[in-house]
């Protein structure tokens, strides 16, 4: 299913459309999940110290489709070290909400002003255990008529990564891969791979509960 430019509007309409549907949540995430989150996902409780953070999922129109931008992390000490993402982080002091943590850290991550993208919904929240954060997930689409012209912060960002939202509604689209976490720890998780780009875990969750939630207009 390809997604072209001259449909946009109506890509922006049905997305809004599907956000008016009931959310499929951990029935999304479990679907994708590492068989060792599995559990946790369907019973595990979330703690009163939980860190509160976002994400951005944003739509765009680029070479007649629609893209989705994801980035990889720098090498770092931490639990996600590496990783490929979504714009996003921590909760601030300063945000008036959620929403406004993913918008402050796409502009800090990507360069991509916040007046420029409008709001499209909002998806599950998913608990990280290994990070302690509880992120909420929000969509958002930049104007039509050009891409974004991305600026990244090289402390935080090691590559960007543009992803057709075509490519995550293909059959058959997630392999079983073989990832590396901790020390000398090795599991099989699926995952989606674009060009050699794994997108697992949390991500992975968050895409795969997106790609449900958009399935609902076609049902």
Known sequence: MTIKTDHF???????????????????????????YRKGDIENLSIPSDAIKSSVLFLFYEKKGEVFLVFIKRNIYN???SGQISLPGGRWEKNDKDLYQTALRETWEELGIPSSDIAFAGRLSD?????????????VGIYPAGKPPVFTPD??????II??????????????????????QKTIIAPAFV????????????????????WKTIAL
């Open 162 to 183: 543009e992803i057709p939202f075509s490519f995550f509604l293909q059959k058959s689209v997630r392999e079983n891969v073989s990832l590396s976490i901790g020390k």
């Open 154 to 159: 090289p402390r935080e960002v090691a590559e």
């Open 126 to 138: 998913l608990f990280i255990p290994p990070s302690n954060f509880i992120v909420s997930p929000y």
């Open 194 to 213: 674009y060009n050699k780009h794994v997108i697992w875990g949390a991500t992975a969750m968050m895409v795969n509960e997106l790609v449900y939630q």
């Open 9 to 35: 509007k109506t890509f922006k309409n049905s997305l809004y459309n599907c956000f008016s549907k009931e959310l499929p949540g951990k029935r999304a995430h479990i679907d994708i999940a590492p068989l």
């Open 78 to 80: 931490g639990a996600h």
